[in-house]
């Protein structure tokens, strides 16, 4: 029997985007078995939601997918607040899904795979582009468009408005 192919896509997920949705659809259905998304602590980045919400708010969005049944049923949320190598390994993922908008993205996730491959190299690092229309959309983007109460509608779900909505008023 073939081992099961298990991806992580980490992420702050702060809010969660439509580019991050067709991220995770994407790896799903063409690059793993099971794929979890991981949701990172990332005090660092002061994220407007907590884990809870974050986590939540994802966990939603991932059920909404409809019309792709198999694909929802591989996916599950999970938070996470270590080392990404040693997460990746206690979940037993052989592959590390990675979004890339940008060059600039890129150096900062060149870094990032060297470091995990002298951590572990039998976790690979896999990047996917982002999809032509969403290839500008970011969190940060998003949340500030949000503040100034312009329209997001267009890079996040109802629901994720929603809950912007409700946390910026």
């Known amino acids: 029997m073939d081992r099961e192919r298990i991806a992580i896509y980490p992420g702050t997920f702060d809010?969660?985007?439509?580019?991050?949705?067709?991220?995770?659809t994407r790896a799903a259905r063409h690059m793993c078995d099971r794929?979890?998304?991981s949701v990172a602590v990332n005090?660092?980045?002061?994220?407007?939601?907590?884990?809870?919400?974050?986590?939540?708010?994802?966990?939603?969005?991932i059920a909404a997918i409809n019309g792709d049944g198999d694909v929802a049923a591989r996916i599950e949320v999970r938070p996470f607040d270590s080392l990404l190598i040693q997460y990746a390994e206690e979940v037993g993922a052989?592959?590390?899904?990675?979004?890339l908008r940008a060059v600039s993205d890129f150096e900062y996730e060149f870094?990032?795979?060297?470091?995990?491959?002298?951590?572990?190299?039998?976790i690979e690092t896999v990047f996917l582009m982002s999809s032509e229309k969403n290839q500008?959309?970011?969190s940060r983007l998003v949340?500030?468009?949000?503040?100034l109460k312009g329209d997001v509608g267009e890079f996040v779900s109802p629901r994720v408005v929603?809950?912007?909505?409700?946390?910026?008023?």
């Open 15 to 24: 809010p969660i985007t439509n580019g991050h949705m067709d991220i995770i």
């Open 136 to 138: 500008f959309i970011s």
């Open 35 to 37: 794929l979890i998304v």
């Open 111 to 122: 870094q990032m795979v060297g470091m995990n491959a002298r951590l572990n190299r039998e």
């Open 143 to 147: 949340k500030e468009i949000a503040a």
């Open 162 to 169: 929603q809950r912007l909505s409700e946390k910026l008023e």
């Open 43 to 61: 005090a660092g980045k002061g994220p407007l939601f907590s884990l809870a919400e974050r986590t939540e708010m994802v966990e939603a969005e």
């Open 94 to 99: 052989g592959m590390i899904v990675r979004g």
